[in-house]
C-alpha cells in the first residue's frame, strides 16, 4: 500500500468516515435533530471534491489492482453523491413527517453510497460482490424504513429474498468466470479475453462454462437494475418504500449497477467491443433484455392508477433504455450510460421528491387522482412535476430527450439497428401516461375543491427546483453536459 491507494479511494474513504461520524453522533444525541442529515449532505459534498481533486491522479489501479482510480470512477462516484445529497434534502421534512429517527436513515443512505461507489471502481469480481451487497443490505433496511406499517414491512421482506437469490446467482457466476480464466481481476479477465480470444484455461468447444458465468452474473446485475423478466420485486418495493427512498434506489442504485455491467462486459469480458469466443450470444442476451424492458415496462405502466408503481414500472423501462448502451459495447455506448444515468438521476428524484412532497405536505399523492386539479392548489409544484414528466418521456427540448438519442446512436454505431426500433415505438407508448399526469393536473377537476396552497421555499422544493433547472439548462445546451462528460471519457 502506498500514499497513492489512499488518494485513489478517497471519496469512498470520505463517504464511510461520513457513515461511521454519523452512527456515532446518533448514538451520544439524546434527542432526534437536523445534524445526521446535514452530515450526510457535507459527506456528499466532500466526496464530489475528493472526486474532481482525484481525476489529478495518476494511478489507475490501487490497493495491487482491487479498486479502479480513473475519470469513469470519478464520473459516477460525483453521480451518487449528488443523489445522496438530493434525497437528504428531500428526507428534511418527509422524516419529520413520518417521525422516523434520521440517524438510521442518514447512515443507511451513506454506507448504500459506499457501496455504489465499490460497484463502479471495483477491479476485482469480490470488490463487486462486497459492494454488491454493501449497497444491497442497506436497500434492504431502508424499504422497510417504516417499521409499524405492514406494507414497508413486506416491500423489505420482498425485496431481501429477491435479492437473497439474485447474489447467488451472481456468485455462482464469478466462480465459473474464475473457473474459466483463472482470476478474478478485471484486468487480467481483459488480458486473457483479449491476447487468446477468449480459449478459457479450461477450454470447451463453445466456452460453455464462460457463457454460463455471464449469463449468471447478467442475472445477478439485471436483478438490480429491474430489467425485464427479473423486475418483479420493484413495484411492490418501490411503492411499500419511502418515497424519497424508491427515488434513491431507482436512480442511484440503478445507476451504479449499470456501472458495474460496463465494467465487467464492456472492458473486461468484451474488450474493445469485439465478442468473440461465445460472447456474441452474451450481447445478444442483452440486446433482448434491453428490448423486453422498454416494451413491457411501458406497456404495463400505462395500466397503472398509482403514482410510484407507474414510476416502478417506467424504471423497467428505463433500464432497458441503458441496457442499450451496454449492448453497443462501444465507447459512444459508455457515453450514452453516462449522459443517460446523468439525467435519468434528476428525472426520477425530481419525481419521487414532488410524490413525497404532496404525501407529506397534503396527505395526498400515491393516487394518479389525486393530481386532479393540482395547477390550480399548487401551481409551482404542478409546473416542476410537468417538466419532469416532459423529460422521462424523452420529449424535445428536454434534457432526456438527448439522453435517448444518444443510447439510440450508440446502438446504431454497433448495427443492433432493430433494438432502436423497439425503442423508438415503446418511448411513444410511454408518452401516453406521462402526458396522463400532465392532463391530470391541468385539465382534470378535482372531487373536492379546495383553496389554493400557500408554497413556501423549503429544502425538498428546492431539490426539486435544482433537478428541474439542471434538466431545462442541459435540455437547451447539451454541449454543457456533453463537454463536462467529454471530460470524464476521453
Known amino acids: 500500500m502506498s500514499y497513492n491507494d489512499f488518494i485513489s479511494v478517497l471519496p469512498l474513504l ?27 449532505m457535507l459527506g456528499g459534498v466532500g466526496a464530489i471534491a475528493a472526486a474532481a481533486a482525484n481525476l489529478m491522479n495518476s494511478s489507475s489501479v490501487a490497493f495491487g489492482g482491487l479498486f479502479f482510480s480513473n475519470s469513469f470512477t470519478n464520473f459516477f462516484t460525483i453521480i451518487f453523491s449528488a443523489a445522496v445529497i438530493l434525497t437528504s434534502m428531500l428526507a428534511e421534512r418527509y422524516l419529520q413527517g413520518k417521525e422516523v429517527i434520521t440517524g438510521e436513515f442518514s447512515a443507511l443512505l451513506i454506507f448504500s453510497a459506499v457501496g455504489m461507489v465499490m460497484l463502479a471502481s471495483g477491479a476485482n469480481l469480490i470488490v463487486t ?14 424499504a422497510g424504513l417504516y417499521r409499524t406499517e405492514a406494507r414497508s414491512n413486506e ?61 449468471l452474473l447478467i442475472v445477478g446485475l439485471a436483478f438490480k437494475v429491474a430489467a425485464f423478466p427479473f423486475h418483479q420485486w420493484a413495484p411492490d418495493v418501490y411503492e411499500g418504500s419511502p418515497s ?21 462486459f464492456g472492458y473486461a469480458l468484451i474488450p474493445n467491443g469485439h465478442p468473440h469466443g461465445g460472447m ?130 450508440a446502438a446504431l454505431d454497433a448495427g443492433m439497428t432493430w433494438v432502436v426500433i423497439v425503442g423508438v415505438i415503446s418511448s411513444i407508448i410511454a408518452s401516453f401516461f406521462y402526458l396522463r399526469v400532465i392532463v391530470q393536473m391541468y385539465f382534470t377537476e ?25 434538466l431545462l439548462v442541459f ?3 447539451p454541449s454543457l453536459l456533453l463537454q463536462g462528460i467529454g471530460y470524464f471519457f476521453q
Open 129 to 142: 460482490f462486497l459492494g454488491l451487497e454493501t449497497m444491497s443490505v442497506s436497500f434492504y433496511v431502508l
Open 446 to 470: 378535482p372531487k373536492h375543491v379546495t383553496e389554493p396552497a400557500k408554497e413556501g421555499f423549503s429544502f425538498p422544493m428546492i431539490a426539486v427546483g435544482l433537478a428541474v433547472v439542471a
Open 14 to 40: 470520505v463517504l464511510t468516515g461520513t457513515g461511521f461520524l454519523v452512527l456515532l453522533w446518533d448514538a451520544f444525541s439524546k434527542k432526534p435533530s437536523r445534524a445526521p442529515l446535514t452530515l450526510t
Open 244 to 264: 424519497i427512498v424508491s427515488g434513491f434506489m431507482s436512480t442511484a442504485g440503478k445507476t451504479a449497477a449499470f456501472a458495474s455491467f460496463a465494467l465487467i
Open 475 to 477: 435540455g437547451l445546451q
Open 280 to 409: 456474441e450470444k452474451v450481447q445478444m442476451i442483452l440486446a433482448i433484455l434491453a428490448a423486453l424492458s422498454m416494451l413491457y415496462g411501458n406497456i404495463v405502466a400505462i395500466a397503472q392508477t398509482k403514482i410510484k408503481r407507474m414510476l416502478a414500472y417506467s424504471s423497467v423501462a428505463h433500464a432497458g433504455y441503458l441496457l442499450l448502451g451496454v449492448t453497443a459495447l462501444n465507447a459512444n455506448g459508455q457515453k450514452g450510460i453516462a449522459v443517460y444515468s446523468a439525467v435519468y438521476t434528476l428525472m426520477q428524484i425530481g419525481a419521487f421528491g414532488v410524490v413525497s412532497y404532496l404525501e407529506r405536505e397534503d396527505g395526498v399523492g400515491l393516487e394518479l387522482a389525486d393530481y386532479a386539479g393540482l395547477s390550480k392548489r399548487r401551481p409551482y409544484l404542478a409546473l416542476l412535476m410537468s417538466i419532469l414528466m416532459f423529460s422521462l418521456a424523452g420529449i424535445p427540448p428536454f434534457a432526456g430527450f438527448f439522453g435517448k438519442y444518444y443510447l439510440f446512436m
Open 155 to 215: 416491500a423489505s421482506l420482498k425485496y431481501f429474498l429477491l435479492g437473497a437469490f439474485a447474489t447467488g446467482f451472481f456468485l455462482y457466476g464469478i466462480a465459473l468466470i474464475y473457473g474459466c480464466t483463472g482470476t478474478m481481476s478485471l484486468v487480467d479477465i481483459r488480458g486473457t479475453m483479449a491476447a487468446t480470444g477468449a480459449q478459457p484455461r479450461i477450454a470447451s468447444p463453445d466456452s460453455t462454462l464462460l457463457l454460463l458465468g455471464s449469463v
